[in-house]
């Protein structure tokens, strides 16, 4: 089985402060993406890898940054965290090749309250 | 990516009773996925389809892949009380890493 872990299930931070989101397969998967989720607003998507080192944005990826150093792990940063950012945050990884099968599969989710 | 055109929003169901739910999109997919998300938790796959036409099972759910590409549609049969939920379509398009989102359909099952 294919599994996806956060490193919170929930968090609480200070308008300002650096937050670090961690995502972690075991799948040697190439792609992972990162998503938040807002009711009403759907899944939307801040930025996603197709590789080591190598980062796309998304649809809103304003106010965050990703790393990916080690194919397994791909790191959101909230460079300062602003209560706006409030929401559920979503992982997700696929397996890339072939991409006419890559399926997307999630991680429990962080949610993340910015006080 | 776009957002998809998922109905209905919600719904109310009778345990025993089938489920039927679809996705429409204005573009061509190559892929469609159905996921079911429970609170506070993240979403699950529960039925991936890769080819126009296809027909595909997973237990009591049913999910069929567009003949023209614009649409998907997931069936529960025999409801029960854990299929309760919020159940959402994913679409791909060609040469796409990226998926776009249905808002989710809240199923609510009545004893």
């Known amino acids: 089985d294919v599994k996806v872990t956060q490193s919170s299930r929930y968090l609480v931070k200070r308008t300002g402060e650096k937050v670090f989101l961690e995502c972690v397969q075991d799948m040697d998967h190439e792609n992972m993406f990162w998503y938040r989720q807002d009711p009403g607003l759907g899944l939307r998507l801040i930025y996603f890898?197709?590789?080591?080192?190598?980062?796309e944005k998304g649809d809103i990826p304003e106010g965050y940054s990703v790393s990916r150093e080690k194919k397994e792990r791909f790191s959101l940063i909230l460079e300062s965290a602003s209560t706006n950012q409030t929401s559920m945050y979503l992982c997700a990884s696929s397996a890339g090749v072939p991409l006419g099968t890559d399926t997307q599969y999630f991680g429990p989710g962080t949610r993340l309250t910015v006080l | 990516g776009q957002q998809l055109n998922q109905s209905p929003q919600s719904m109310f169901i009778q345990e025993g009773e089938d489920v039927s739910m679809n996705c429409t999109s204005s573009?061509?997919?190559?892929?469609w996925l159905w996921y079911k998300q429970d609170p506070g938790e993240g979403p699950v796959l529960l039925i991936a389809?890769?080819?126009?036409?296809e027909l595909t099972s997973n237990g009591r759910l049913t999910a069929q892949f567009g003949i023209t590409r614009k649409d998907s549609f997931l069936n529960i049969s025999a409801s029960i009380p854990s299929d309760v939920g919020i159940y959402f379509c994913a679409g791909r398009g060609f040469n796409d890493y990226k998926l776009s989102f249905g808002a989710g359909t809240t199923v609510t099952v009545r004893a």
């Open positions: 389809l890769y080819k126009a036409g």
């Open positions: 573009s061509i997919f190559n892929t």
């Open positions: 890898s197709y590789d080591v080192k190598m980062k």
